[in-house]
């Protein structure tokens, strides 16, 4: 049970189901009276660290949106997929694992054309409720097929002890992956930005995401734009699933569901279709996540409905999203 609001002399209290009484604004001042600099530090990192993952996981959700105006669903089971071909890639067959890291983002790119051309394509002309209804059974499919090949039993990312060793800043403590992501994540953005604003499939994947038709009618080819789409997107989600199963090891036919999630809400309250925007609310949540445990540790157990009340709370004043556009239906 969520903890239930009341009011006793002015104050803004929470009171827990035991009976527990929180003033949440008395809490917040005495643990930012109590909390070192170096404890913040170390938040804040995290929190960067966390919101990386989640803007790269993000970027695919909304490029496929700003393509074909549909959820690709199957998106946080690709990243799942990504670990499990990262895990066997390094544990079963020995594989140095950055040759793995290669090798799982090609695989994943082709995981992507293969979900895109067997159940999107087909459906291109379709309703938008059949393409919907496509991508949740893909994501069903993807999850029961995992859950046959690798059981349900919970594997451990192997250790790549480069990335999960603890280097010391100050007196701050840092794992090497929590430096690494965020250096990542905007080296992946930087090239995105160029591939989507300076080269010619760059113009043509924006120019289908204005007018679909009109691009198909110029001559632009509406399959390869999609695919390539998709290979990038998917890309962005192997390399996403192989930090994030370095910075939480744990391996499951279910990984990619709340993750996803997350970095869905992500795109969404960035403006969903819009690259940077999906950055940003990646960004908001990942901070805003570590942040509210750090500053309120009886909410912990809370800490994935804040990336639904941020929903809520930018979508009932900017329901575009942050960097969203208004679009107009055409008739």
């Not at 993000?58 to 496929?64: D, F, L, N, P, R």
């Not at 594997?155 to 010391?168: G, N, V």
């Amino acid at each position: 049970m969520l903890p239930l609001p009341s009011e006793e002399e002015g104050a803004f209290i929470f009171r827990f189901p035991g009976g527990e009484k929180m003033d949440f604004l008395t809490q917040f001042f005495q643990v930012i009276a109590n909390m070192s600099a170096a404890s913040l530090a170390q938040h804040i990192v995290n929190g960067i660290s966390l919101g990386s993952l989640y803007a790269l996981i993000a970027i695919g959700y909304t490029m496929v949106y700003g393509i074909l105006l549909m959820i690709n669903f199957a998106h946080a089971d690709i990243v799942m997929m990504a670990c499990y071909f990262a895990f066997f890639g390094i544990t079963v067959f020995h594989i140095p694992w950055y040759i793995t890291f290669v090798g799982v983002i090609v695989a994943t790119a082709a995981l992507g054309v293969v979900i895109e051309r067997t159940a999107y394509r087909p459906l291109r002309d379709a309703p938008k409720n059949s393409v919907l209804i496509s991508a949740i059974g893909a994501s069903f499919l993807l999850e029961n097929l995992a859950n046959y090949l690798f059981s349900g039993r919970p594997l451990r990312f192997p250790d790549i002890p480069l990335l999960s060793q603890t280097i010391t800043v100050g007196s701050v403590q840092i794992q090497a992956i929590c430096l690494v992501i965020p250096v990542i994540t905007f080296i992946s953005l930087l090239v995105l930005l160029h591939i989507v604003n300076h080269t010619k499939t760059g113009m043509a994947m924006r120019a289908v995401s204005k007018d679909y038709e009109i691009a198909r009618v110029m001559g632009v080819n509406i399959d390869r734009v999609i695919s390539i789409t998709f290979i990038i997107g998917s890309s962005l989600a192997a390399i996403g699933a192989f930090m994030w199963g370095v910075r939480y090891p744990g391996i499951t036919p279910l990984l990619g569901v709340m993750p996803g999630l997350k970095c869905f809400i992500a795109a969404v309250i960035g403006g969903i279709g819009n690259i940077k925007g999906a950055v940003i609310g990646g960004f908001i949540l990942g901070l805003g996540e570590v942040l509210i445990v750090a500053f309120f540790p009886q909410l912990s157990g809370y800490r994935d409905a804040f990336a639904f009340i941020v929903l809520i709370i930018i979508l009932f004043y900017k329901p575009t999203g942050l960097l969203g556009e208004k679009t107009t239906e055409k008739v």
